[in-house]
Every structure is written in structure tokens, then in C-alpha cells.
């Protein structure tokens, strides 16, 4: 089919190739500032091509608006299948994936952080076992069962400075044990 002036007007398929040949340093600018990448957007162009060339389209009232809202849903289409591809991706091998490198993240701590944080954690037991029973029970009760001074001081029967006495107590003999 010739191009004419009136196939371009109205859009025809003559008409978007066309405002494609015309307009494509345009489009090429449009796509590239919405993916961040030249190449890519080289790519989404090829695509729009090849789906002009296909020729599926109707009579189109303002080719170049056509072509250019052609171009996003490309370009959402392209992001939208990325992000389904890492999700599949992660799915599949039960770790992150870094979106920018795709390469797998492993997030399991080394295996001399895991010895050192039990190390640490039976340092800590035997802080807290070393206690006297009273500073204990109110460490207990505070900071592993999240009750508030007054609650403790009345389920114990002391004032409430005896309770911050206790978890004074507490508190320096546990820094102390773990040399913090």
C-alpha cells in the first residue's frame, strides 16, 4: 500500500509506520528516559516494529499519540515480565535475587557468626543464672515477659524502687558478664 496523506492522517497501517519512520529518534528519547537504558529501549522499538508490521491494527485517528502510548505499555509490559521472571526466579530457588544483578543472595549468616552468636547466647545464660534470684525474677518478668515495673512490683509485693533496684542490679552484672 502506497503512503499518502490520507493514510497518514487517519493512521492506517501505512499511516503508523509512517509516524514511526518520521518520528523514530522521538520515540527512541521517550523510551530510553523510561527504562534508563538505550539498548533496551533499541529492544522495545524493535518490538513496536515488528508489531506494526503485524498489521492488526485499525483506522487510528492520531498515529504518532498511537505509537508513543504503544511504546509505555511496551515498557510496562518488559517490567511487569521482569518482575514476574524474579519472583518465579526466587520461588523456585528459595532465595532473594538481587533485581539489578540478578545473582542469588544468600542471606545465612557464615557459619563463625552462628558459633559466636551461641557462644554469646550460652554467655548470656549463665549471666542471667548467676543472678541473685531476686534480680532474677524481676529481669524475668520485665524484659523477657514484658510486664511494666508497677505490674511486677505488685504480683511481688515490693515498692516499685525495689523493682529498679533489682533490674539495676541486673543490668550491671549483665554488662559486666558480657563485657559490654
Known amino acids: 500500500m502506497a503512503v499518502t496523506a490520507r493514510n497518514i492522517e487517519h493512521g492506517g497501517e501505512a499511516g503508523l509506520t509512517a509516524a514511526y519512520a518520521s518520528h523514530h529518534a522521538q520515540l527512541l528519547r521517550y523510551v530510553t528516559a523510561r527504562t534508563g537504558d538505550r539498548n533496551e529501549a533499541e529492544d522495545v522499538l524493535q518490538e513496536l516494529w515488528l508489531r506494526l508490521e503485524e498489521g492488526k491494527t485499525g483506522p487510528v485517528a492520531n498515529p504518532l499519540s498511537y505509537l508513543y502510548r504503544m511504546a509505555s505499555n511496551l515498557v510496562v509490559d518488559r517490567v511487569r515480565e521482569r518482575q514476574r521472571r ?28 552462628i558459633i559466636e552468636s551461641r557462644q554469646r547466647l550460652i554467655q548470656l545464660a549463665d549471666a542471667i543464672n548467676a543472678l541473685p534470684a531476686g534480680a532474677r525474677r524481676v529481669l524475668q518478668r520485665l524484659k523477657l515477659d514484658g510486664l511494666s515495673h508497677a505490674e511486677v512490683a505488685r504480683e511481688l509485693g515490693v515498692s516499685k524502687s525495689a523493682v529498679e533496684k533489682h533490674i539495676a542490679v541486673a543490668m550491671k552484672h549483665l554488662i559486666k558478664s558480657m563485657g559490654s
Open 86 to 113: 524474579h519472583q518465579r526466579e526466587r520461588d523456585w530457588t528459595g532465595t532473594l535475587v538481587d533485581i539489578t544483578t540478578g545473582e542469588a543472595i544468600d542471606d545465612t549468616p557464615a557459619a563463625d557468626q
